[in-house]
């Protein structure tokens, strides 16, 4: 009778894989909305000139108001990804079936995913402008600004995961070990049977 312990362990591996960044991603639409939600008005600033981006967008050079909202917005941009990286890799660490590199992986790829969904999602809800005539006053679109922010989940959640792995009681990280697992008949991975021991102890 042929068993596919292995198989089954690596596949729920990958399908973990796919989860956690699908997981991320759609919290990210999430906090999007939470973040132009939460977000301060939109500051006004003073288009000194526009230029044309790689030949393929306006992109104007602005003279911004002295306004906490700039700091203000990326804030809490930082707070609401930051707080959903710390969650998310305690929560992946208790998904005891999934342990291993690729869930730290994918814990790191869906942190990115997530937080530049997050950004997108109030680009788009938060209006404003990007550009204008020069010399005139617009009201700026809801924006991240340092762009580090970004990474800024990824590394928390990989961060907390890796500090649960350190702390971990056994080296198996406490889920079954595949290369122990029963494999197919001819499976090249397959570890060779020892010598059978009598009694005695002699092989």
Same mark, same amino acid.
């Given at each position: 009778m042929k068993t596919r312990g292995p198989q089954l362990a690596e596949d729920g591996v990958a399908r973990g894989f796919v989860r956690v960044i699908g997981g991320l991603g759609l919290a990210g639409v999430v906090l999007g909305v939470i973040w132009w939600a939460w977000s301060p008005p939109r500051p006004r600033a003073f288009v000194i000139d526009n230029h044309r981006f790689a030949g393929l967008f306006d992109v104007a050079a602005l003279q911004p108001a002295e306004a906490e909202n700039w700091i203000a917005s990326d804030g809490r941009f &930082? @707070? =609401? /990804? *930051? !707080? =959903? *990286?710390?969650? !998310?890799? +305690? !929560?992946?660490?208790?998904? %005891?079936? !999934? %342990? *291993?590199? $690729? @869930?730290?992986?994918a814990l790191a790829a869906g942190g990115v995913v997530g937080a530049a969904i997050t950004g997108l999602v109030g680009f788009l809800l938060g209006g404003g402008q =990007? /550009?204008?005539?020069?010399? /005139? $006053? @617009? &009201? /700026? %679109? =809801?924006? $991240?600004?340092? +762009?580090g922010f970004y990474f800024v989940q990824a590394a928390l959640s990989v961060a907390v995961y890796c500090i649960c792995v350190a702390f971990a009681r056994d080296d198996d990280l406490g889920r079954p070990d595949p290369w122990f697992l029963p494999r197919e008949p001819g499976d090249p991975r397959a570890r060779p049977a020892g010598p059978s021991v009598g009694a005695d102890g002699q092989a």
């Open positions: &930082v @707070i =609401l /990804t *930051g !707080a =959903l *990286g710390l969650l !998310a890799g +305690y !929560a992946a660490w208790h998904w %005891r079936s !999934a %342990r *291993g590199p $690729v @869930i730290a992986a =990007l /550009t204008g005539k020069p010399n /005139t $006053v @617009i &009201v /700026t %679109r =809801l924006n $991240v600004h340092a +762009y």
